[in-house]
């Protein structure tokens, strides 16, 4: 999944990916066993990222690896506020701007330097609740932290 323009493709990809990854349930036990396994597998791709887990206001997890920055806790926080606000990923609130022509910047009408529709963060969605909170990644390329949250999310899932 590229950066530029979004095809609709990719947002149906993007949009059966959010219809896929549903938990039962999200504890935080589950927040640091989630985490630890994204630090796992960033550690395996030595990816310097910084990982973020909260549920609501409350964070519950987080851990910058080596070669990351407080600019990563900061993108961090703007991919949350996208996922908090539109109950979506912030790469498929991205892709959908994208796909139009736009971009989430010019159009949102929301403040860039709190809101940021780049891939890295995804909605910690519980079945019979709804979104509860939010798992985030940065310090790859968008598609790249997308992508790390998203297989960490599937074996997340698989081990449950």
Not at 60 to 75: E, I, K, Q, R
Not at 100 to 118: C, I, N, Q, V, W
Request: contains cysteine; glycine residues 12%; hydrophobic residues 40%.
């Amino acid at each position: 999944m590229s950066s530029g323009a979004a095809a609709p493709e990719e947002v149906a990809a993007l949009e059966e990916e959010e219809r896929r990854l549903v938990l039962d349930r999200f504890g935080n036990d589950d927040a640091w066993r989630l985490g630890g396994l994204l630090v796992g597998l960033a550690r395996e791709r030595d990816a310097a990222v910084t990982i973020g887990i909260r549920r609501g206001a409350q964070r519950l997890f987080h851990y910058a690896l080596p070669g990351t920055s407080a600019d990563n806790d900061a993108w961090i926080a703007r991919k949350c506020r996208v996922v908090e606000r539109y109950g979506e990923s912030s790469f498929l609130v991205g892709a959908r701007f994208r796909a139009k022509g736009r971009t989430f910047e010019e159009s949102s009408r929301l403040d860039p330097d709190r809101y940021a529709a780049h891939g890295g963060a995804f909605p910690l969605r519980v079945r019979g609740t709804g979104v509860v909170g939010a798992v985030a990644v940065s310090g790859l390329r968008q598609a790249e932290d997308h992508a790390l949250v998203v297989e960490g999310l599937e074996r997340f899932l698989a081990e449950a």
